[in-house]
């Protein structure tokens, strides 16, 4: 596999987008891609907060913060480039995270419609998010803004071209386009 030489701004991402979307799957080929380290961020979740999900019941902010910050100073203390797999859902949230993490931190966000990412979760096996959290994950997304450091892709392509746009964009500092 061709590694890509990166001319990068931050060296350090949040793969970002409500459960369901590609975080790991994406992730994990985007790091193959550019050399990176990868973390599913779901690894990094306090066990009670993968109870409360596994048994259908919405996290609070205040359940979020400890996992928050565990992904931050994870991207803190990482001296290789990093992509972390997290929902980082609202502002506050992508906020905590540069906060602990004290680096710049690219947010990469993957945009996808309702019905594509309830067929995908229908078809995932042995996770702990099931897909009843789906409608909460939605009602808390709040899109980044363009004066933070994202790059949002659409997920309606096959995953090859969305990480392909992912690694034009990063490279580039160009807007993704999924062929």
Not at 19 to 33: N, W
Not at 69 to 81: K, M, N, P
Request: include cysteine; proline fraction near 5%.
């Amino acid at each position: 596999m061709q590694t890509i030489t990166a001319r990068l701004v931050s060296t350090h991402f949040v793969i970002m987008g409500v459960a369901g979307s590609g975080k790991t799957s994406i992730g994990q080929m985007l790091a193959a891609k550019l050399d990176a380290d990868f973390i599913d961020g779901d690894d990094l979740h306090p066990q009670s907060n993968i109870d409360k999900m596994a048994h259908g019941i919405p996290l609070t902010d205040a359940d979020r913060a400890p996992w928050l910050q565990a992904v931050g100073e994870t991207l803190h203390g990482h001296a290789q480039r990093l992509i972390v797999g997290c929902s980082a859902l609202k502002r506050s949230y992508r906020d905590q995270i540069r906060a602990a993490a004290g680096r710049p931190v690219t947010f990469l966000y993957l945009d996808g419609s309702r019905a594509l990412i309830a067929e995908r979760m229908g078809k995932r096996e042995r996770h702990f998010m099931p897909l009843s959290l789906l409608d909460s994950q939605f009602a808390a997304l709040q899109v980044p803004e363009p004066d933070e450091d994202a790059i949002t892709v659409s997920i309606d392509a096959e995953p090859g071209a969305v990480v392909d746009a992912l690694v034009r964009a990063i490279n580039d500092g160009a807007e993704p386009t999924v062929a």
